[in-house]
T-cell receptor, first 111, second 111 residues
Framework: DGGITQSPKYLFRKEGQNVTLSCEQN?????MYWYRQDPGQGLRLIYY???????QKGDIAEGYSVSREKKESFPLTVTSAQKNPTAFYLC??????????FGPGTRLTVL | QKEVEQNSGPLSVPEGAIASLNCTYS??????FFWYRQYSGKSPELIMS????GDKEDGRFTAQLNKASQYVSLLIRDSQPSDSATYLC???????????FGTGTSLTVIP
């Protein structure tokens, strides 16, 4: 069953904690992306990776970190430096040249 | 100036009518254009992609692209209540491997 999976579906973070969101794909896509979506707003790019062991900052990378050790996996860590992390986080993947497909998302709430 | 702009709506149409959604973009060299549908609380799902000037039809959906005017639209014929969602326009730029999203247009189809 091919696709993009994200876990957990819901995540709660206490002040000062780092949390890691998982994103896995078995579509053999080269590129992977992390977006943040706030209510009533569009998707904002956090980080993206076009190839294993390489990634680039997006528009709102501050307070976030990523790794791309395997083609299938692109985890996102929300660090304590991210002051307003409550949002809907979306992972996407794309074949080399085109079209993004999204995972189901993780909803992060700060307690 | 935002990369991609959409009228946020809300747009309401009666069941069976044609819904027209519009999007403009700023990067004149953009080559790839996408429409996504996003139901409340869910992740975006790809409806259509379009790359060349003109119309592209897929079932009840028609995407229209005019690169000279930097304009892309989505028409939904015979609108159904199940079409009620937020529609996101996305553009892939030529400067890298990034996708830029509009803030979305909320569509309500009234039975």
């Amino acid at each position: 069953d091919g696709g993009i999976t994200q876990s957990p579906k819901y995540l709660f973070r206490k002040e000062g904690q780092n949390v890691t969101l998982s994103c896995e794909q078995n579509l053999n896509h080269d590129a992977m992306y992390w977006y943040r979506q706030d209510p009533g707003q569009g998707l904002r790019l956090i980080y993206y990776s076009q190839i294993v062991n390489d990634f680039q900052k997006g528009d709102i990378a501050e307070g976030y970190s990523v790794s791309r050790e395997k083609k299938e996996s692109f985890p996102l860590t929300v660090t304590s430096a991210q002051k307003n992390p409550t949002a809907f986080y979306l992972c996407a993947s794309s074949p080399r040249s085109d079209t993004q497909y999204f995972g189901p998302g993780t909803r992060l709430t700060v307690l | 100036q935002k990369e991609v702009e959409q009228n946020s709506g809300p747009l309401s149409v009666p069941e069976g009518a044609i819904a027209s959604l519009n999007c403009t973009y700023s990067d004149r060299g953009s080559q790839s254009f996408f429409w996504y549908r996003q139901y409340s609380g869910k992740s975006p799902e790809l409806i259509m992609s379009i790359y060349s000037n003109g119309d592209k039809e897929d079932g009840r959906f028609t995407a229209q692209l005019n690169k000279a005017s930097q304009y892309v639209s989505l028409l939904i014929r015979d609108s159904q209540p199940s079409d009620s969602a937020t529609y996101l326009c996305a553009v892939k730029t030529t400067s890298g491997n990034q996708f830029y999203f509009g803030t979305g247009t909320s569509l309500t189809v009234i039975p």
